[in-house]
């Protein structure tokens, strides 16, 4: 490792360093969890007060809440169908906040301030766990959602249109959260790297770029996670018409 | 320490938990369980409450609608229904005036008619009576001048 000059201590960068939380034999990412409640607590914060006075006439808070509720609404039901999307819009929703909040959470937030025994905090997402949980969650969730709809006809969906497809639709059963998961991840961490990187070897103006093509990708990410995400629960209720 | 980019170190092995890029651990379980949290909060405070004051003003703003189309359709009616008894009424009055129009006519030549043979009928006794007086003046005249004459005859041939 070369010596490097401690000239910008705030442009340090540290990866593959986790802040442990021990419980039980269970080692936790501390940072993962502490900069998540930041952002769970800044989703609610601005959710209870957008819903406090609820109006027929929105104002202030209320008229972001129900643009973001119309832009979701609107996102699930391109994407599942009119019949099924209302069950699966807080899921949907859910996860396109979260981790939009995460991702400029992330990009915006100056966490360097803040000093932890290890590890640096940042976005939740830039965390392989996070994204892998969500992703996996997906999984679950279109799995159920094709077998509480359909039952066990749901499998016919491997099958068609031809018995070929079978293997490669199961593949896809796993193909789809490990893609899901890694391109978040790796986005998200990319971004922060690039920022780092730039950040510590030119400290003025030249990372703004980068920073700003970050927040773009942040929110890009977002909704591509939660469009894949409600694309997957309606291929799987969807109703094929013979 | 400053350890920087240490992507290859991410599976070095080292204490107990050793860290790096692609540590997965019980973070990923509470994470999931966390997610799956917020999203019975966010559903409870947000998407629940939120839809339904959408949905809420959605329906206001059709029925809304459809009263006002009621109302404009039942507007428009009720203005044709108005033009029509305004052209009957138009129609109506045209008719009144004509018909008074026709009735001042004949009264005025009915009046002139009466009025012209009442003036030819005093014209006419008014004549006769002028004949008649001429003719009473041209008899007494001539009376006069019968006696007159006899008068003369009688003076200027006395009596023999």
Redesign the interface.
Known sequence: ?VP?P?LLPFA???????F?WH?GN????GQ??LS?WVV?GA??TL??V??RT???E?RGV?NL??FL??YL?DLAREQIGEKAYRDW???I???F??IFVCNWGGALIPWKLIEIPN?ELGA?TA????T???A??VSLSYFYAGLSRKGLRYFEYYVEPTPIMLPFKIIEDFTKPLSLSFRLFGNI?ADE?VVG?LA?LVPVLVPLPAMFLGLFTSAIQALIFATLAANYIGEAVHEEHH | MSSWLLLAAAGAASSAPEGGLFDLDATLPLMAVQVVLLTFILNALFFRPVGRVVEDREGYIATSRADAKQKLAQVQRLEADLAEQLKGARQQAQQLILEAEQEVDKLYREALALAQSEANASREQARREIEKERDQALAALGAESDRLGALIVNRLLPAK
């Open positions: 490792m490097l401690q340090e960068l540290e990866v593959g360093k986790q442990y419980l269970f080692h936790l990412h993962v969890f998540s769970i989703l609610l959710v209870v957008g819903t609820m109006e027929r929105p209320q809440l129900e509720w119309d609404r819009l807080p899921f929703g859910t996860l906040l979260f590890g939740p965390d392989i766990n996070t892998v949980a969500m996996l969650l961490l790297l990187v510590f």
